[in-house]
């Protein structure tokens, strides 16, 4: 028995002329990686903003307003995403056959082919690894131990930073195929040959690919945006939350999930409030008999969910106040949770400041449900969701 060859091995790897499809082609390419480009581009910018929201530096005083910022930008960034998913894979598609081209002879030529190859490969691997862990992360499953959003950031300076070494790399073909008309043939196959003009069956096949991927990309962003935008959540479908929940508010992690459903029900608890060396304690009934304020306020999440609500307590600036710290204190905000990340958290003096910033002992009119932080929690203007944190303990005057 003869043990196969390199030949014979290389006869069963498929090569591009294979592949006789005219809806494949540089002109489809280019034109379906513009939007996705531009979708990536927009991801990118919003999931960076959301990014420096989370932890913002010295130099970027990020404040309360405008009010619904974070509610805008994380929303963009989410139906941004979840578009982009068509669209690759429809650009994977169009570029396949190009994989079974053949290395080039030489030892330099060689080199620049494996240098390209292995920034698209970054850029394929990041990219998906990008939107499947994002869609994971909306759907609150983390089947990983790494922490996701430090990942996320770093991969996507990888996914942007080999996108735009291929853009760079690819830009006279690019060119090229942007100013030929989609149906005019390119070099992705014999069939694409000047001399063979396409018939309207395979102009139309170009084309329908094209349309197709446009419009499942806009499908995508409408079926998911109503989590944002309140009057497209009825067509939503998409969408990982409807708007509605207890108060009609969604809940993204419940009392007994955070640990904190016993501790929050205890009729002893009390509220500490820290300035230096004086503690100041409060119960619940001593807060909801100080001057109460009503806010109308978004929370926002990282899934891109968002939903306005009325909420009622004491401004965190009034609260500070009493105990004769400076309003312009950055404040340390611990909760009773005690499973799950942002149990402690920080509350910048910009927030402080501001008189909507509270601590909410109400929402839309009800004492807080267990689950929406009782006996009570930070609300604040464009933060985002896990920085509101709920079922608060203990409230730390920074000097």
Avoid at 73 to 91: C, D, E
């Amino acid at each position: 028995m003869r043990l196969p060859t390199v030949d014979d091995v290389e006869r069963l790897i498929p090569r591009p002329d294979d592949f006789t499809s005219r809806a494949r082609g540089t002109g489809l390419s280019a034109r379906v990686g513009i939007v996705l480009g531009v979708a990536f581009g927009i991801c990118f910018l919003t999931g960076l903003w959301s990014h420096v929201q989370y932890d913002p530096p010295g130099w970027l005083p990020i404040g309360p307003q405008p009010t619904q910022l974070y509610r805008i930008t994380q929303g963009t960034h989410v139906i941004t995403g979840i578009a982009s998913i068509p669209l690759i894979l429809v650009k994977l598609w169009s570029v396949f056959p190009r994989l079974f081209i053949r290395p080039p002879r030489g030892p330099r030529a060689l080199l620049v082919e494996a240098l390209e190859r292995a920034s698209i490969g970054a850029l394929v691997g990041a990219s998906i690894f990008m939107l499947a862990s994002g869609l994971l992360n909306i759907a609150q499953w983390y089947p990983w131990d790494f922490s996701f959003r430090a990942t996320h950031y770093a991969v996507a300076w990888v996914a942007i930073g080999s996108l735009l070494v291929h853009i760079a790399v690819k830009l006279p073909v690019i060119r090229q195929a942007l100013g030929a008309p989609l149906d005019e043939g390119t070099d992705d196959g014999p069939n694409d040959s000047p001399d063979e003009r396409p018939t309207d069956d395979d102009l139309l096949t170009r084309r329908t690919v094209l349309g197709g991927a446009l419009v499942s990309a806009g499908l995508a962003a409408l079926l998911t945006a109503g989590q944002t935008v309140p009057f497209l959540r009825k067509i939503s479908v998409f969408a990982v939350r409807d708007g509605e929940g207890p108060q009609g508010l969604p809940i993204n992690r419940t009392a007994k999930a955070a640990g904190a459903d016993e501790t929050a029900m205890d009729p002893n608890f009390v509220l500490e409030l820290i300035v230096g060396g004086t503690t100041m304690t409060f119960d619940r009934e001593q807060l909801a008999a100080l001057p109460q304020q009503t806010h109308r306020l978004p929370i926002a999440c990282v899934e891109g969910w968002s939903r306005n609500a009325e909420w009622t307590g004491v401004s965190v600036r009034d609260l500070i106040a009493l105990a004769g710290a400076d309003p312009r204190s950055d404040i340390v905000v611990r909760s009773l949770q005690t499973k799950g990340a942002f149990g402690v958290s920080v509350l910048p003096k910009q927030f402080v400041e501001d008189p909507r910033t509270m601590l909410a002992l109400e929402l839309n009119g009800e004492t807080l449900s267990l689950d929406h932080g009782y006996p009570c929690r930070i609300i604040a203007p464009n933060r985002p969701g896990v920085l509101q944190t709920k079922w608060v303990q203990q409230l730390e005057v920074r000097s």
